[in-house]
């Protein structure tokens, strides 16, 4: 193989269980050591951790997918993983990339498998070994998809089995519970955590005392109190999430079943029944039946608050930003009230959209931030040329450039061997030298172009452009292509509303 290749070095683990998970580890080593084997140049190791190949495609995987858009695929050339189940567990997805790697001219290395599928080397596209090799990875891919099949269908009956039992089957357990061993000696089941069980009681207090869930949210964050989940993840050896808490998670432990220690389904929403239809219950429950009616009530009373999300398309989202913390502004509607006012359209407006706790006094009447958006950006830059960023797909002639230099190679062998002999032969020589080495020439000063983005005018200008749709969601994909940015300054300033414009 050309030593002069560059490679892509992959690992890919569907589960990580903790710091002695080292599978990922070795796939890496055995894809260095075959690289090095063969004289490649690593530009890149990557890690797909915790990502299913029978959910995700290669193309849709977090870390692999990076190196597959147009942007990157230009800076390598040789992609190794250490086995094929480690790349596919779906023939589709086998049959899919192979065409992709065809396309692009790229080789696929399973480096225990000893399998190498090759479409860079034009030689071989054709070749017995190549046919024989798709094969046995076709194959390959067939068999690690019936793998996985059967692991789903275990996994998916081990799991109807525990549904009416007290088991506890797999995953991270409610907050206020931990995982034991079950009193059988079978399998797990939960039992009281006194770290979740105090903040269950001290959340409780709170609630009942009249805190709002966005107020909670943010005192758990600011206590540091973690998650079930983010216990897990910093097991694991990963780091937890800065802001854990948010109105969604709050409400769910204060209003889901699995906090009085019942099986639920639908993420805790609802209980789990069993052939009588009676609830299942796994665990004691974490409040006595007078206190918890008491939390349900007080969590009723916060259903509805006076204001309402906007289900419709938000005009400002990708455009407008809070000029405190950065997020987006969000918008949102107040719900008139009085009598008087009955018929009369709700207030719509837009506000720092920051969770749980947005920053205070950050909001503005829709209508007052919309108007003057467009007034202020076509006054400026109304009678201007729009300008947009094209996509130029980059290029890579390292192909053509072997063949013109073996074809060149081969006509002088053939000079030297005597094999030309007339002068219509010698004509002819030199008439496909010249050529051949002139294309060499084109070929070496740009044998590898990558791709990059280039800016073009257009002869529009933007408010020609801005009048043709009186659409606001149209109007905001302008803006958000053109590259304009409304900030929202605190109500103490002037202006109350600054445009970024990054053309």
């Known amino acids: 193989m050309n030593s002069g290749l560059r490679a892509l070095v992959g690992a890919r683990v569907s589960v990580v269980q903790g710091p002695e998970k080292v599978s990922n580890f070795a796939q890496l080593e055995t894809g260095m050591r075959w690289a090095d084997a063969n004289g490649l140049s690593v530009v890149a190791m990557f890690q797909d951790l915790d990502v299913s190949a029978g959910k995700y495609t290669p193309f849709e995987r977090p870390d692999l997918g990076k190196w597959l858009t147009e942007e990157k695929l230009w800076e390598w050339d040789v992609l190794i993983f250490s086995k094929i189940d480690r790349m596919f567990r779906s023939t589709h997805d086998c049959v899919e990339f192979a065409k992709w790697c065809k396309e692009h001219r790229k080789i696929l290395v399973f480096a225990d498998d000893n399998l ?15 046919m024989m090799t798709e094969l046995f990875i076709y194959i390959g891919s067939f068999f690690a998809q019936i793998e996985l099949n059967r692991y789903r269908s275990r996994a998916e009956d081990f799991h109807r089995v525990l549904r009416t039992t007290d088991r506890w089957a797999s995953g991270v357990p409610p907050f206020g519970f931990q995982t034991v061993d079950h009193p059988s000696g079978k399998g797990k089941t939960l039992a009281r955590d006194p770290y979740g069980y105090e903040w269950l009681y001290k959340i409780a207090e709170k609630l009942l005392a009249g805190w709002s869930w966005i107020r909670i949210a943010a005192w758990l964050n600011e206590s540091k109190v973690l998650t079930n989940m983010d216990r897990a993840m910093i097991k694991n050896g990963k780091e937890s999430k800065e802001r854990p808490w948010n109105v969604g998670t709050v409400k769910l432990i204060m209003t889901s079943w699995s906090t009085q220690g019942y099986k639920t389904t639908d993420k805790g929403k609802k209980p789990h029944l069993d052939a009588d239809g009676n609830m299942v219950r796994i665990a004691e429950p974490t409040f006595d039946d007078a206190t918890w009616e008491q939390i349900q009530q007080a969590a009723a009373k916060r259903s ?29 509607i107040s719900a008139r009230r009085g009598k008087s006012t009955i018929g009369l359209p709700d207030n719509r407006y837009y506000r720092c959209g920051r969770t749980p706790l947005n920053c205070n006094g950050m909001n503005i009447s829709a209508e007052e931030a919309e108007r003057t958006l467009e007034s202020q950006f076509l006054a400026e830059h109304g009678e201007k040329l729009v300008i947009e960023k094209v996509f130029v797909p980059g290029s890579d002639n390292s192909r053509e450039l072997e063949e013109v230099t073996g074809a060149i190679a081969r006509l002088r062998a053939e000079s030297d061997a005597g094999l030309i002999e007339t002068q219509e032969d010698q004509d002819h020589y030199i008439s496909r030298l010249k050529g051949l080495t002139a294309r060499k020439r084109e070929l070496e000063k740009d044998t590898v172009r990558p791709s990059k983005w280039e800016e073009k005018k257009l002869d529009i200008t933007y408010g020609e452009a801005w009048a043709r749709s009186v659409d606001p969601i149209e109007h905001r994909e302008m803006l958000r292509k053109w590259g304009v940015r409304l900030i929202l300054q605190p109500k103490s300033s002037v202006p109350r509303v600054i445009l970024e414009f990054s053309k």
């Open 304 to 332: 509805y608050n006076g204001t309402r999300r906007v289900h419709s398309e938000n005009p400002m989202l990708g455009v407008g930003s809070c000029g405190l913390c950065g997020a987006q502004l969000a918008q949102q």
């Open 116 to 130: 190498t599928l090759n479409y860079r080397d034009a030689g071989k596209l054709n070749s017995l070994d190549q």
